[in-house]
């Protein structure tokens, strides 16, 4: 299985609520990114947490990571409609001495206006 | 816009058809990936070029080839296709692999559909 897991894989919220979204994964990192994704579109890099670092901020965005549970969350406070979208997870798996980033699946957000 | 741009945006194909799809960056960066995004599957990373060398080739099958002729300039070749590699297919380029893996830049994808 891939190396980076959503939870949940579906999230509706209506707008000004928190939306929290969960990712675990299953070997050691270097690094976690969070990726966005507008519906047909390409991916867009969020925010990238080191595997020495517990918690990040960018604007609306708070990533923490837990190395010790191999397990990473994304917060995005006051959400807006246009925060509508997939979000990935992705982690650099070693793979025969090179890193390969490796997508989880995605939860999609829908914020109801 | 990213810096990272994909052409043609749509591809209709038969299975007896060549194609091929080109991705250029504007980034300066080293480092070019082909990836798969099909309805509910993960994103597959399909080939990595690192300063223009194929250092990655995830099982892709040869119907699939992939040529990096400059840092800036990535195709995929496409030839007697199925109709199950209809999908997205996106383009992204980062700073050269090295220790880790850095941020990742994509294009808009091609959208293909094999009849």
């Known amino acids: 299985s891939q190396q980076g897991e959503e939870d949940p894989q579906a999230l509706s919220i209506q707008e000004g609520e928190n939306a929290t979204m969960n990712c675990s994964y299953k070997?050691?990192?270097?690094?976690l990114q969070w990726y966005r994704q507008n519906s047909g579109r390409g991916l867009v890099h969020l925010i990238l947490?080191?595997?020495?670092?517990r918690e990040k901020h960018s604007g609306r965005l708070r990533v923490t990571l837990d190395t010790s549970k191999k397990s990473s969350s994304l917060l995005i406070t006051a959400s807006r409609a246009a925060d509508t979208a997939s979000y990935f997870c992705a982690t650099d798996a070693e793979a025969g001495g090179s890193y390969i980033p490796t997508f989880g699946r995605g939860t999609s957000l829908i914020v109801h206006p | 816009e990213t810096g990272v741009t994909q052409t043609p945006r749509h591809l209709v194909m038969g299975m007896t058809n060549k194609k091929s799809l080109k991705c250029e960056q504007h980034l300066g960066h080293n480092a070019m990936y082909w990836y798969k995004q099909s309805a509910k599957k993960p994103l597959e990373l399909m080939f990595v070029y690192n300063f223009k060398e194929q250092t990655e080739n995830n099982s892709v099958p040869s119907r699939f080839s992939p040529e990096c002729p400059n840092s800036s300039h990535l195709f995929l070749h496409l030839h007697t296709l199925q109709p199950e590699d209809s999908a997205l297919y996106l383009c992204?380029?980062?700073?050269?692999?090295?220790?880790?893996?850095?941020?990742?830049?994509f294009g808009p994808g091609t959208r293909l559909t094999v009849l």
């Open positions: 992204a380029s980062s700073q050269e692999m090295g220790q880790g893996w850095n941020e990742q830049f």
């Open positions: 070997t050691s990192i270097n690094n």
């Open positions: 947490i080191r595997s020495n670092e």
